[in-house]
Antibody, heavy 119, light 113 residues
Framework: QLQLLASGPGLVEPSETLSLTCSVS??????????WGWIRQPPGKGLEWIAS???????YCKSSLQSRVTMSIDTSEQHFSLRLSSVTAADTAVYYC???????????WGQGTLVTVSP | DIVMTQSPLSLSVTPGEPASISCKSS???????????LDWYLQKPGQSPQLLIYLGSNRASGVPDRFSGSGSGTDFTLKISRVEAEDVGVYYC??????????FGPGTKVDIK
């Protein structure tokens, strides 16, 4: 059973860079069938896709976040990462990592990690 | 970007009664392979979202058959034939036509009367 575990700092100061890692277990990350993505959910609000990465390192970002997002993947260490720069209070959210199946659906999700942007 | 809308945004249902949620996309989700690239998810309180329906009408593994998805082009519907207490939560549609650049709808909150 594939498992994803998101981890992050919990608290980030405004204007700093948020860094998150998603550790994957129970299956290999090396497959052209899948992409690995980040989705966030501000408190009390809906889901927003942020970015995804292929096993070979091709990245795709939501257009409104593209200038601030960096994604990377390390298939040997079984994890992928998100960096979001110049954060503001609007970036406060639960951040989920998930795997896109071949048709794009997110079947496997991590548990989510809350990141609060505050001085 | 494809914009997704849902209605209603909130729904209160009597157990055992049916429920229906509408989802509309700003452009057709019909792929050249004949499938509609539209998913439905349920986020139960305090949990990560879970996939209910993929490619418009296919139930994900383990999803009860009281859930069904239908629709075509830009108009889609999720139906629950007989709502149970465990079905409470927020339901999201999501377009996967432009995968991995996916887009969620705003969500429909379902609770029990």
């Amino acid at each position: 059973q594939l498992q994803l575990l998101a981890s992050g700092p919990g608290l980030v100061e405004p204007s700093e860079t948020l860094s998150l890692t998603c550790s994957v277990s129970g299956g290999s990350m090396i497959s052209s069938n899948y992409h690995w993505g980040w989705i966030r959910q501000p408190p009390g609000k809906g889901l927003e896709w942020i970015a995804s990465v292929s096993y070979s390192g091709n990245t795709y970002c939501k257009s409104s976040l593209q200038s601030r997002v960096t994604m990377s993947i390390d298939t040997s260490e079984q994890h992928f990462s998100l960096r979001l720069s110049s954060v503001t209070a609007a970036d406060t959210a639960v951040y989920y990592c998930a795997r896109h199946e071949s048709a794009g659906s997110f079947y496997y999700w991590g548990q989510g990690t809350l990141v609060t942007v505050s001085p | 970007d494809i914009v997704m809308t849902q209605s209603p945004l909130s729904l209160s249902v009597t157990p055992g009664e049916p429920a229906s949620i509408s989802c509309k996309s700003s452009q057709s989700l019909l792929h050249s392979n004949g499938y509609h690239y539209l998913d439905w998810y349920l986020q139960k309180p305090g949990q990560s979202p879970q996939l209910l329906i993929y490619l418009g009408s296919n139930r994900a593994s383990g999803v009860p058959d009281r859930f069904s998805g239908s629709g075509s082009g830009t108009d889609f519907t999720l139906k629950i034939s007989r709502v149970e207490a465990e079905d409470v939560g927020v339901y999201y549609c999501m377009q996967v036509l432009q995968t991995p650049r996916v887009t969620f709808g705003p969500g429909t909150k379902v609770d029990i009367k």
